[in-house]
T-cell receptor
Protein backbone atom coordinates (compact mmCIF):
# COMPACT_ATOMS: atom_id res chain seq x y z
CA UNK A 1 0.00 0.00 0.00
CA UNK A 2 1.77 3.10 -1.23
CA UNK A 3 1.87 6.07 1.10
CA UNK A 4 0.65 9.58 0.33
CA UNK A 5 2.23 10.78 -2.90
CA UNK A 6 2.93 14.37 -3.76
CA UNK A 7 4.33 15.84 -6.93
CA UNK A 8 6.31 17.63 -7.90
CA UNK A 9 8.72 17.44 -4.96
CA UNK A 10 10.28 20.75 -5.94
CA UNK A 11 8.67 23.52 -7.97
CA UNK A 12 10.19 26.81 -9.04
CA UNK A 13 7.93 29.56 -10.33
CA UNK A 14 8.49 33.18 -11.24
CA UNK A 15 6.31 35.84 -9.67
CA UNK A 16 2.93 36.00 -11.38
CA UNK A 17 2.94 32.41 -12.62
CA UNK A 18 0.62 29.65 -11.46
CA UNK A 19 1.68 26.78 -9.21
CA UNK A 20 -0.20 23.49 -9.26
CA UNK A 21 0.52 20.95 -6.52
CA UNK A 22 -0.80 17.40 -6.61
CA UNK A 23 -1.58 14.95 -3.85
CA UNK A 24 -2.63 11.31 -4.19
CA UNK A 25 -3.96 10.00 -0.87
CA UNK A 26 -3.35 6.53 0.47
CA UNK A 27 -5.57 3.86 -1.01
CA UNK A 28 -8.93 3.83 0.72
CA UNK A 29 -8.53 7.32 2.19
CA UNK A 30 -11.18 9.82 1.15
CA UNK A 31 -10.13 12.70 3.43
CA UNK A 32 -7.34 15.03 2.31
CA UNK A 33 -5.73 17.92 4.19
CA UNK A 34 -3.32 20.55 2.92
CA UNK A 35 -0.80 22.31 5.16
CA UNK A 36 1.81 25.00 4.59
CA UNK A 37 5.13 25.18 6.40
CA UNK A 38 7.16 28.37 6.22
CA UNK A 39 10.89 28.15 6.98
CA UNK A 40 11.57 27.67 10.71
CA UNK A 41 7.83 27.53 11.48
CA UNK A 42 5.28 24.82 12.26
CA UNK A 43 2.74 23.43 9.84
CA UNK A 44 -0.37 25.55 9.35
CA UNK A 45 -3.69 24.06 8.28
CA UNK A 46 -5.02 25.32 4.97
CA UNK A 47 -7.92 23.22 3.73
CA UNK A 48 -9.72 19.94 4.33
CA UNK A 49 -11.47 18.12 1.49
CA UNK A 50 -13.49 15.00 0.98
CA UNK A 51 -14.15 13.60 -2.46
CA UNK A 52 -15.65 16.43 -4.55
CA UNK A 53 -16.31 18.57 -1.45
CA UNK A 54 -14.45 21.26 0.46
CA UNK A 55 -15.23 20.70 4.13
CA UNK A 56 -13.10 23.39 5.79
CA UNK A 57 -11.09 26.05 3.99
CA UNK A 58 -10.67 28.36 6.95
CA UNK A 59 -6.86 28.31 6.73
CA UNK A 60 -6.62 29.07 3.05
CA UNK A 61 -6.17 32.66 1.79
CA UNK A 62 -9.31 33.87 0.09
CA UNK A 63 -7.51 35.13 -2.99
CA UNK A 64 -5.26 33.27 -5.42
CA UNK A 65 -5.54 29.91 -3.60
CA UNK A 66 -7.95 27.14 -4.50
CA UNK A 67 -8.17 23.41 -3.86
CA UNK A 68 -10.11 20.52 -5.29
CA UNK A 69 -10.42 16.78 -4.81
CA UNK A 70 -12.26 15.38 -7.81
CA UNK A 71 -14.05 12.06 -7.95
CA UNK A 72 -11.20 10.66 -10.02
CA UNK A 73 -7.59 11.69 -9.73
CA UNK A 74 -5.45 13.49 -7.18
CA UNK A 75 -6.25 16.47 -5.02
CA UNK A 76 -4.91 19.72 -6.48
CA UNK A 77 -3.79 22.83 -4.64
CA UNK A 78 -3.58 25.73 -7.06
CA UNK A 79 -1.88 29.04 -6.39
CA UNK A 80 -2.44 31.71 -9.00
CA UNK A 81 -0.17 34.71 -9.57
CA UNK A 82 2.40 33.48 -7.06
CA UNK A 83 4.35 35.96 -4.92
CA UNK A 84 7.61 35.54 -3.01
CA UNK A 85 5.70 35.01 0.24
CA UNK A 86 4.18 31.85 -1.19
CA UNK A 87 7.59 30.15 -1.02
CA UNK A 88 7.14 27.32 1.46
CA UNK A 89 6.77 23.59 1.83
CA UNK A 90 3.25 22.37 1.15
CA UNK A 91 2.27 19.08 2.76
CA UNK A 92 -0.70 16.92 2.04
CA UNK A 93 -2.09 14.38 4.49
CA UNK A 94 -4.83 11.80 4.13
CA UNK A 95 -6.94 9.78 6.52
CA UNK A 96 -9.65 7.13 6.24
CA UNK A 97 -11.98 9.07 8.56
CA UNK A 98 -12.13 12.73 9.57
CA UNK A 99 -11.56 12.48 13.29
CA UNK A 100 -10.45 9.02 14.34
CA UNK A 101 -6.95 7.65 13.79
CA UNK A 102 -4.04 9.46 12.24
CA UNK A 103 -3.34 11.64 9.30
CA UNK A 104 -0.60 10.25 7.07
CA UNK A 105 1.64 12.85 5.51
CA UNK A 106 3.19 13.00 2.09
CA UNK A 107 6.79 14.09 1.50
CA UNK A 108 5.77 17.64 0.60
CA UNK A 109 6.26 19.98 -2.33
CA UNK A 110 8.82 22.73 -1.89
CA UNK A 111 7.70 25.78 -3.80
CA UNK A 112 10.24 28.49 -4.55
CA UNK A 113 9.06 31.74 -6.09
CA UNK A 114 11.81 33.75 -7.77
CA UNK B 1 -7.12 30.94 20.91
CA UNK B 2 -5.96 27.38 20.17
CA UNK B 3 -2.21 27.18 20.68
CA UNK B 4 0.49 24.56 21.06
CA UNK B 5 3.85 25.63 22.47
CA UNK B 6 6.96 23.49 22.55
CA UNK B 7 10.24 23.77 24.39
CA UNK B 8 13.09 23.87 23.97
CA UNK B 9 13.20 25.30 20.47
CA UNK B 10 16.38 23.33 19.77
CA UNK B 11 18.49 20.80 21.63
CA UNK B 12 21.88 19.17 21.15
CA UNK B 13 22.73 15.93 22.92
CA UNK B 14 25.41 13.26 22.66
CA UNK B 15 24.65 9.87 21.21
CA UNK B 16 23.43 7.45 23.86
CA UNK B 17 22.02 10.14 26.15
CA UNK B 18 18.37 10.60 27.05
CA UNK B 19 16.31 13.74 26.53
CA UNK B 20 12.83 15.09 27.21
CA UNK B 21 10.87 17.47 25.04
CA UNK B 22 7.97 19.53 26.38
CA UNK B 23 4.60 20.56 24.96
CA UNK B 24 1.98 22.87 26.50
CA UNK B 25 -1.35 23.41 24.83
CA UNK B 26 -4.51 25.46 25.07
CA UNK B 27 -6.85 23.71 22.65
CA UNK B 28 -10.58 23.22 22.96
CA UNK B 29 -12.30 20.92 22.41
CA UNK B 30 -9.49 18.42 22.95
CA UNK B 31 -9.63 15.17 21.00
CA UNK B 32 -6.13 13.74 21.14
CA UNK B 33 -2.45 14.65 21.22
CA UNK B 34 0.15 13.32 18.83
CA UNK B 35 3.90 13.49 18.54
CA UNK B 36 5.40 13.48 15.07
CA UNK B 37 8.99 13.16 13.90
CA UNK B 38 9.95 15.19 10.86
CA UNK B 39 13.27 14.53 9.18
CA UNK B 40 14.74 17.38 7.15
CA UNK B 41 13.04 17.60 3.77
CA UNK B 42 10.43 14.94 4.61
CA UNK B 43 6.85 14.84 5.81
CA UNK B 44 5.98 14.26 9.49
CA UNK B 45 5.72 10.66 10.66
CA UNK B 46 3.55 9.74 13.64
CA UNK B 47 5.28 8.45 16.79
CA UNK B 48 2.43 8.29 19.32
CA UNK B 49 -1.19 9.33 19.70
CA UNK B 50 -2.92 9.73 23.07
CA UNK B 51 -6.52 10.39 23.99
CA UNK B 52 -7.79 12.24 27.04
CA UNK B 53 -7.82 9.14 29.24
CA UNK B 54 -4.29 7.97 28.41
CA UNK B 55 -1.36 9.38 30.34
CA UNK B 56 1.54 7.44 28.88
CA UNK B 57 2.32 5.63 25.65
CA UNK B 58 5.54 4.11 24.35
CA UNK B 59 6.86 3.39 20.89
CA UNK B 60 10.25 1.74 21.16
CA UNK B 61 12.70 4.26 22.63
CA UNK B 62 10.04 7.00 22.54
CA UNK B 63 7.73 7.49 25.53
CA UNK B 64 5.06 10.18 25.56
CA UNK B 65 3.17 11.38 28.62
CA UNK B 66 0.01 13.44 28.86
CA UNK B 67 -1.40 15.41 31.79
CA UNK B 68 -4.82 16.56 30.63
CA UNK B 69 -5.37 18.57 33.81
CA UNK B 70 -2.35 20.80 33.33
CA UNK B 71 -2.51 20.47 29.53
CA UNK B 72 1.07 19.33 29.25
CA UNK B 73 2.77 16.55 27.36
CA UNK B 74 6.33 15.35 27.14
CA UNK B 75 8.27 13.11 24.78
CA UNK B 76 11.16 11.19 26.32
CA UNK B 77 13.79 9.68 24.06
CA UNK B 78 15.96 6.97 25.59
CA UNK B 79 19.48 6.03 24.47
CA UNK B 80 19.49 8.48 21.59
CA UNK B 81 20.87 7.53 18.19
CA UNK B 82 22.23 9.69 15.38
CA UNK B 83 19.09 8.90 13.38
CA UNK B 84 17.00 10.62 16.07
CA UNK B 85 18.24 13.96 14.72
CA UNK B 86 15.04 15.60 13.45
CA UNK B 87 12.27 17.99 14.43
CA UNK B 88 9.73 16.66 16.90
CA UNK B 89 6.30 18.17 16.58
CA UNK B 90 3.51 18.14 19.14
CA UNK B 91 0.07 18.21 17.51
CA UNK B 92 -3.25 18.58 19.30
CA UNK B 93 -6.48 17.61 17.62
CA UNK B 94 -9.56 19.80 18.05
CA UNK B 95 -12.39 17.87 16.36
CA UNK B 96 -11.16 17.35 12.79
CA UNK B 97 -8.55 20.10 12.85
CA UNK B 98 -4.93 19.65 13.91
CA UNK B 99 -3.07 22.41 15.76
CA UNK B 100 0.69 22.11 15.31
CA UNK B 101 3.48 23.25 17.58
CA UNK B 102 6.54 24.83 15.99
CA UNK B 103 8.61 21.80 16.90
CA UNK B 104 11.82 21.08 18.79
CA UNK B 105 14.86 20.60 16.59
CA UNK B 106 16.98 17.80 18.05
CA UNK B 107 20.58 17.20 16.98
CA UNK B 108 22.30 14.06 18.20
CA UNK B 109 26.09 14.26 17.98
CA UNK B 110 28.53 11.32 18.07
Amino acid sequence: NAGVMQNPRHLVRRRGQEARLRCSPMKGHSHVYWYRQLPEEGLKFMVYLQKENIIDESGMPKERFSAEFPKEGPSILRIQQVVRGDSAAYFCASSPTPTAGEQYFGPGTRLTVT
Amino acid sequence: KNQVEQSPQSLIILEGKNCTLQCNYTVSPFSNLRWYKQDTGRGPVSLTIMTFSENTKSNGRYTATLDADTKQSSLHITASQLSDSASYICVVSASSKLIFGAGTRLAVHP
